[in-house]
């Protein structure tokens, strides 16, 4: 029994080393990552326990996926199928201007015939909160449905639930997206959507703080955060907004980084931070993440707490 | 223009290094392999000149593979497509009692969409030999006419044509394979067979030499190679039976051994040796790729020389 | 609730890649390896649940020997410490004459101050099997009584209990460990021991049948294995000696060879196994365990499976 | 048939990884690098059809440079040498104030002898642009009738002909070099030249803007490129002088950096461009070639246009 | 008989590659580091003769260490011992707010069990300058009396006595160090300290200038240099206060910056340098070791020169 | 002052890793190696001291090998030049029936131009053995004088002289090797030859020990081991000949066993073994160097005792 659930696609991820270039590569660095377990190893560094819930091909490339997720901390229920391939993704690490590209090789996957029966529904009705992003129904129609009847189901149970709205504009045009996504609101509680997506998939308008007002507003969601990049995130809760800036960082990897953030503010919510706690903390994991390769955040929660009390200096010795 | 023109899909190959388990892997080593290519290749290293055909993803994966058989010398004659995958396999490498074993991810490739009437048919035509393989039409429904349709365009051209059966167990079943390859049959001068699928998938039966000799007097072939792995080959022409045993060798990379062999074969017999001697080159060409990492047997000709003449003593300095 | 649950070290295993002298080495590679952790993944591996108890650091030295067992699919139930040291051990490889070298750097480890009531005793008790090692007590006069004492309670919970005598002469005498391991044996069920030791440590003399015999008979054993390396091992059980010799195999770490068949013989025995055929699957895994870098079996069931009924044939695609 | 025809040393380039210190290294990168391959690579990389010549050892490590040329796609045109060694060079990454360092090893090269009769001068005739640097006339007297020789016979061919003056003082003096290099002069139509050599060798004074007009007024040169590193670069055509400012940009590796640019400027003008537009591409491919290690700027033109377009945002995918 | 001789411990330096965790690390990379060997060896480098005093297990890790150190051109005299561990310490390295970490593994080594007895005294006595640091006496309480005999030994042969302050928090409390320091005073002829150590361990107030005089003052030093950090330094001499700024650098490692800057110090003074070009060619020394990878500043008298003379310029080729 | 003084050049070492091929190399393993050096570290391996002397460029390439030979432990004497090459070799390392391939890159060397005069004669006529080899007087004529002259200076200071012949036909012919290195017999008291060089170079018939007798009878040698590769070697010493079978060994790096062999062999005749104890240490020497990767025997000397002793039984730990 986990503090809370989460459902989605964890992908291995393939990446050249340092700045070298895919076309060009001899060796690749493999790592797993995926939204919805980068959340839930986020919060489960936090102090809550996790559990990421799967469909995944039973090869030594599913079993490497799924040992990596478990040797990071959280547990693992999982589907282990004989048919669909493992997803993939190809990660090219760059600085500006070529910027860091991601290749999906994500097609036919085990996961994207994953259907809400095939799962214990009682490991989502006995969490306290079920996570989800919206790229799982980007992957196929047959996980629209799952997506929907597993919110479902949590809300069902008692189970809040928790979402972010991680628009992939490599896996579908913003119209299917704002269509489908908008669909699932009514069962979201708490909605995790970057500013960008607000305004570029659901047509929304203004700074990131109106954004958070108008989308707290017009569904019916008890908390909604807007995250805006390297500029910190505003989060909206009881109708009152509040901000946080993000921490400088020196980045080695910046994959991962909005999932350390929802991973460490469900944590802390649970945990019982208001809302202005709970950000400062989610921003202290995503700093922290940024200095981290890998789409892991392998923080501490002493880690976390130094960059928030701001005790860091120099070389520890 | 290229004495030997092949066409096939090569793919990706991702494999752990030293005998790690893929399941436990960290690090992948990328090269590129194909069985056509890997002949082609070869046949380049012993003097021939050789061009590739395929269809090919235009992303850096596909990107990958041409830039690495171009730096091996071949030429490539690609049509990039903005549509499919860019095929992979995993290996991985084990001593007995593991093996060594293949994990194939090439559904939905760029190629399995190839049709005869997107390659240039003068480059074939204008060869003097064109080669494929049995892995070819294993790939899809619409490669199986594209198959049977170069050959035929390369016979209409006066260009002879060569064929390893090569079955895969992973891609079709014996029945499948041998309803699909036998009709291709008639279009085929020279066939390569590996004993085991004249016995398996064609229903031969009697020892490497029978098997040359039934299948060249059944079929049409001018000349057919039965391979017996370490047990070296045997080769039918103009109804006679050559024997050439396999040479000794520390194998660190097994992969591409066959193709290394026919790719040698090939050339010496476009260069006008007899079919004994292009055995032996063959053979000789064939110990020595295994002594090499990845597919592609990169030997010069000279070191082949030194083999067939038995010249090595220890240390070169 | 797990079907076997083991207790003793893990440590951090450091060693040169390849063949690279300690003395020279510029680079090490990690893993977790201790032979209670590599019977609790060997016997998992096979179908068996596991579960691996210790005492560990709260450093990221501890985290990283227990994010790696449970990446192998174990779970782990460990007291972290904020006293003692992660132990470490540099390995190196090397063939005949040099030989593979262990280096111990084990002292005041976290471990050694371990006391049974530290522990979740009904995790022991609620288990089928209880296993541990001759390593263990060498480790601290603390760790004497706690073997002792967890032994004790195992059986007093019905839970069967299986040691591995593992003798290691880098940490004590022949004499103290016959002294202090002998006194164990009232409270064991099932042991295993090397020939070596049973002459070298116990002092008995004969072949490996009438080791097995004398011990089964002079002790209280239901079970006494007594293994021989590559020439394989003995099982004696309800007063009859079964045989089995070792696969042959293509070593490339020897490490842990001994515990990849102790934790499938168990696993295979809790399925139901007569003894001849779980010292056969025994076998089977310990062979594929030498063809894997690092102390843990990383196997399948199939694999072994096919070990045993001989179906490899060159490589697999 | 090659758009540009470029001809030069290319030297393997042997560099430890990271920043660590040559003396201390026990690990070299291997890539193969030279100005004019680096400049038939750029252009090939913006849409030019180009090709290499040079004369290289008929080695493994003459090979080896071949190789990965063809690789990135370029056409190479090699006379082998079986006399002279294979230009190499180590380099040694590092930030202020230690600064990069590159250390010769280039000294009874097979390129040293190469003379002007051993080349397929149709090659060049056929050619658009015939392409070399002052590089080539420092590396041997020879070198140098053969660089006048091949100039010449491009102009005699119609080809036209382009010029980087590339100065290098670990190579030869000042004066030795504006001796040499102001012979070629009217031989060529392209004069690409840095601000520092124009003033320090040919002893201009004035700004960059001044500079190129001076150095295409005093001379007969249609275009005159001076570049001035991070602060971009200033095209003289037609009596006007174009400047374009450099794009900032994370660099990894600032090797290559002016040939990218001139391989860019040059394809772009012959693909119709005016000198200002092309003078913004190669400002482009510069950019990006900085955040690509090696010397090879493997860029695609898509990513060239969006740099010009300025279309990155954060993380594609 | 070297022109300078320092003791104390030199430890193993384990970190995994780039800013990898130390809890998901694969591979460690293996140095040698400790601040009295690094103070040798830059001492070395700026073109004193350097030895090396120390007790070092007789095991490959302490062969590992002497190796190294001779590798960087210092003399080393060690006292090999059957007892004892090798010290050891684990480097994360990391940007902010993450920040390098260092953890310790160093009980129960072989040199805490050093006496004076064990050592060469004429070693010391035929030397210019002893030099040894706070690290030495805070490892047991053998090493005080060590610390402080060896001192006296120095002083009584006529050797010059330097000292560097470096207070490490995980080894001791501010109160033990102040103590134990303080008492080791009247030995000392140069004290280098950190500005935060003068105010947080010894209690004195001020800024770098102030803290420096009152050392000198209260003190019989003859030489006080007071450091802080990315600031630079300031020296205290007869009574005169002088400043250097630090050189702005790329920093890739920043351990053993420190070390850099005494050991130049040292060495510039035994070559006749008065106190402020001292302190420039050791701010110069300590940029460039923040260039290389290591605790070592292996760096060349002509790079520090280049440095002082600012003649770097962009690539040199 | 060093029992044993050697002189010669000592290559950087490049090598693909594995049994890469050289012309696909992406990295390089760099170690240093020379005869004379490798002799110099194995003499100091088995107890006795030694020093190297060579004339080497001032140069990061050049310090890297001094720096590593330090680190092996021996003391190094050398002329730093500002004029002349590091010499290279690059090393192919492979299996039959490709076989282990060197190329040479050691032309125009700084160690091509040393004289006698250069070095220190009086560090030759305080040593007990002085030691150089066929290898030497084949890189220069320079040399060959400069060879003969520090085998005089040896012999007048009452050194003695040892000299292995190393012929290598990828340096000279036969017939210069035999012309050039019989005029330096006169002056040897030791010498080393390999029965293939007796044979091919020198014209002598028979068996090994035939050989060694008729060497021994026909010059004023006092000792000549004759040795015979995987078969072992044979002493000639006071008219007596003996035998000794080389060990097993799984063989990592066949370069550098006859040096191994004769530095032992030297370094045990100097400790007071009689002719066939100094042969079985120098075999057990050479057995173990070959599963150590590099030039280098890193053994111990208790290493080399167990394996005389025959004591070593799998797993040590």
Same mark, same amino acid.
């Given at each position: 029994?986990?503090?809370?659930?989460?459902?989605?696609?964890?992908?291995?991820?393939?990446?050249?080393?340092?700045?070298?270039?895919?076309?060009?590569?001899?060796?690749?660095?493999?790592?797993?990552?995926?939204?919805?377990?980068?959340?839930?190893?986020?919060?489960?560094?936090?102090?809550?326990?996790?559990?990421?819930?799967?469909?995944?091909?039973?090869?030594?490339?599913?079993?490497?996926?799924?040992?990596?997720?478990?040797?990071?901390?959280?547990?693992?229920?999982?589907?282990?199928?004989?048919?669909?391939?493992?997803?993939?993704?190809?990660?090219?690490?760059?600085?500006?201007?070529?910027?860091?590209?991601?290749?999906?090789?994500?097609?036919?996957?085990?996961?994207?015939?994953?259907?809400?029966?095939?799962?214990?529904?009682?490991?989502?009705?006995?969490?306290?909160?079920?996570?989800?992003?919206?790229?799982?129904?980007?992957?196929?129609?047959?996980?629209?449905?799952?997506?929907?009847?597993?919110?479902?189901?949590?809300?069902?149970?008692?189970?809040?639930?928790?979402?972010?709205?991680?628009?992939?504009?490599?896996?579908?045009?913003?119209?299917? %997206?704002? =269509? *489908?996504? /908008?669909?699932?609101?009514? $069962?979201?509680?708490?909605?995790?959507?970057? !500013?960008?997506? &607000? +305004?570029?998939?659901?047509?929304?308008?203004?700074?990131?703080?109106?954004?958070?007002?108008?989308?707290?507003?017009?569904?019916?969601?008890?908390?909604?955060?807007?995250?805006?990049?390297?500029?910190?995130?505003?989060?909206?809760?009881?109708?009152?907004?509040?901000?946080?800036? %993000?921490? =400088? *960082?020196? /980045?080695?990897?910046?994959? $991962?980084?909005?999932?350390?953030?929802?991973? !460490?503010?469900? &944590? +802390?919510?649970?945990?019982?931070?208001?809302?202005?706690?709970?950000?400062?903390?989610?921003?202290?994991?995503?700093?922290?993440?940024?200095?981290?390769?890998?789409?892991?955040?392998?923080?501490?929660?002493?880690?976390?707490?130094?960059?928030?009390?701001?005790?860091?200096?120099?070389?520890?010795?």
């Amino acid at each position: 029994m986990s503090d809370i659930v989460t459902f989605g696609e964890t992908m291995l991820r393939l990446s050249p080393p340092d700045s070298e270039r895919l076309e060009n590569a001899d060796e690749l660095e493999v790592r797993a990552g995926g939204a919805e377990s980068n959340v839930a190893i986020a919060a489960s560094r936090l102090g809550a326990s996790a559990t990421w819930l799967s469909k995944v091909p039973e090869t030594p490339l599913g079993r490497r996926v799924v040992g990596e997720l478990r040797g990071h901390g959280i547990e693992t229920d999982v589907v282990w199928s004989h048919r669909g391939r493992q997803g993939t993704y190809y990660l090219e690490h760059a600085g500006e201007p070529r910027g860091t590209n991601v290749i999906y090789d994500r097609e036919n996957t085990a996961i994207s015939t994953a259907e809400a029966r095939e799962f214990d529904i009682d490991r989502i009705q006995d969490a306290q909160v079920f996570f989800t992003t919206g790229i799982t129904p980007a992957l196929s129609t047959t996980l629209r449905d799952t997506t929907l009847n597993l919110l479902k189901a949590a809300r069902k149970g008692g189970t809040s639930t928790a979402f972010d709205f991680n628009y992939r504009n490599k896996l579908w045009s913003p119209d299917e %997206a704002r =269509e *489908t996504l /908008t669909k699932l609101f009514p $069962g979201i509680d708490i909605l995790v959507i970057a !500013a960008r997506d &607000a +305004r570029t998939v659901l047509g929304f308008e203004g700074d990131p703080r109106q954004l958070a007002h108008k989308l707290g507003s017009q569904y019916d969601f008890t908390t909604v955060v807007v995250t805006r990049g390297e500029e910190g995130a505003v989060g909206w809760h009881d109708s009152v907004v509040h901000d946080h800036a %993000a921490y =400088e *960082t020196d /980045t080695v990897d910046p994959i $991962g980084t909005g999932d350390a953030f929802t991973g !460490a503010f469900i &944590a +802390r919510r649970l945990d019982g931070d208001d809302v202005p706690t709970a950000l400062e903390y989610a921003a202290a994991t995503a700093s922290l993440k940024r200095t981290i390769p890998g789409d892991a955040a392998l923080v501490t929660a002493d880690e976390v707490e130094a960059v928030v009390k701001d005790s860091s200096e120099g070389i520890s010795r």
